[in-house]
């Protein structure tokens, strides 16, 4: 063979490799992440699974003034700061203070004035972790007085929450994707399995019980592989600190999943599968589908508004599980159609003491048609209406408190 030759059938060879190397075939993909403030009328909030406490979450007493946690490796120590002399008449109540945040070379502070509002502080606070890596965090909360009957004495104390405000964004797919990855743990790092990622945009949702305006949007946990409009992507390797991640296509069987929320609801439903080692968030509009790997699939978390119902002049908001839920069998070939029905049944167990009816509060379960657990939010402003109805003919018995 001619040395031209030789050099055409190279130039073919390598060509063809650059093909296949561009489609992907064994080829990563690094994805640059970069620092980003959360919109002010956004926030991200990490799936409320089981019964810990979040891990922002403070108090402070007279006898514990102080808590410590751990940004980035390095330790910030809070403190509030009431008012060296109460306001005039004030026996129990919310009293304006101070948050201090310090750090070994930084010391921050805010007011606290609105309790339960979270749209009070608008201005995060930036904390300088290692090699200049910058932190965007926010907290509030609430200075309590409160007055022991018997000494008189009154006794301060502040309660409140922290949340990241920061995330690290970047795009993914031949379409640009945005992604956004959460440090849920607010521990200043970034590690699959224990911080969260939003993918694409989604229908937030309200709480209406924090009177705030902000559009909450769940941050599914970061599994091993991320669903998009542009297939499905392997992790394999997320940088600590946020800077860098490198993905693989996935190449493997695929199929679609769809689940439609209950009748007029809209928020968001993340579904995880241990064995297809995948967690997805949609909407549940009917007709749309998400892209998954075949699996057993249930309910991590959802949250949904409820439209006004009865004499309910607002939304309310509702939880749902997937806690002893059947799982979902998820095959290769056809589209699976999960359909949430809202509350169908009421269980619970129940004794009769003294002629009366008592039924234990951890017996009490509201199921679906599928299985899954509601938890209607606590308003007390706004408690459910309880209604009998028997043979077709519906009487309204009261309100309903529970919680």
Not at 11 to 39: D, E, F, H, R
Not at 139 to 144: A, K, L, P, R
Request: aromatic content about 8%.
């Amino acid at each position: 063979m001619s040395h031209f030759r030789r050099m055409v059938l190279l130039g073919m060879v390598m060509g063809i490799v650059a093909v296949l190397w561009g489609c992907g075939a064994g080829g990563s993909v690094k994805v640059s992440l970069v620092t980003t403030a959360i919109p002010a009328d956004i926030m991200y909030v990490p799936p409320l699974v089981g019964d810990d406490d979040p891990p922002g979450q403070f108090h402070l007493t007279e006898a514990n003034p102080t808590q410590t946690f751990t940004f980035g490796g390095i330790a910030c120590v809070v403190q509030a700061q009431a008012p060296a002399k109460m306001p005039d008449g004030v026996r129990t109540g919310p009293v304006p203070a101070k948050l201090l945040i310090k750090t070994p070379t930084q010391e921050l502070s805010y007011d606290l004035l609105n309790p339960r509002n979270l749209d009070a502080n608008t201005k995060p606070l930036e904390l300088t972790l290692d090699h200049g890596r910058k932190y965007l965090l926010k907290g509030d909360g609430s200075t309590y007085v409160s007055t022991d009957p018997e000494t008189k004495k009154k006794k301060v104390a502040t309660t409140g929450i922290f949340w990241s405000v920061g995330v690290q964004t970047g795009k993914i797919g031949k379409t640009k994707i945005p992604i956004a990855l959460y440090d849920s743990n607010l521990d200043g790092f970034y590690t699959s399995g224990e911080d969260g990622i939003v993918v694409g945009s989604l229908t937030g949702f309200n709480d209406y019980a924090w009177i705030s305006k902000k559009k909450l949007h769940f941050a599914q946990p970061l599994s091993k592989y991320i669903s998009t409009a542009d297939g499905i992507f392997e992790i394999q390797h997320l940088a600590k600190d946020g800077s860098e991640l490198t993905v693989l296509p996935y190449r493997g069987v695929t199929t679609r999943l769809e689940v439609i929320a209950p009748p007029k609801c809209s928020g968001q439903i993340i579904m995880t599968s241990s064995d297809a080692k995948l967690n997805v968030t949609v909407n549940g509009k009917a007709g749309e589908s998400v892209t998954v790997i075949p699996g057993s699939y249930t309910i991590l978390n959802a949250a949904m508004n409820i439209p006004p119902q009865g004499s309910q002049s607002e939304d309310s908001l509702m939880f749902v599980s997937g806690e002893g839920m059947p799982a979902v069998k998820v095959e290769a070939g056809a589209k699976r159609v999960l359909v949430l029905s809202g509350p169908k049944v009421f269980e619970f167990q129940a004794a009769m003491a003294d002629g009366k009816v008592n039924i234990k509060p951890q017996t009490l379960h509201i199921k679906g048609q599928a299985g899954e657990t509601y938890e209607l939010g606590y308003d007390p402003e706004n408690l459910p209406e309880v209604y009998l109805n028997v043979d077709g003919k519906s009487t309204l018995l009261g309100k309903m408190e529970y919680g």
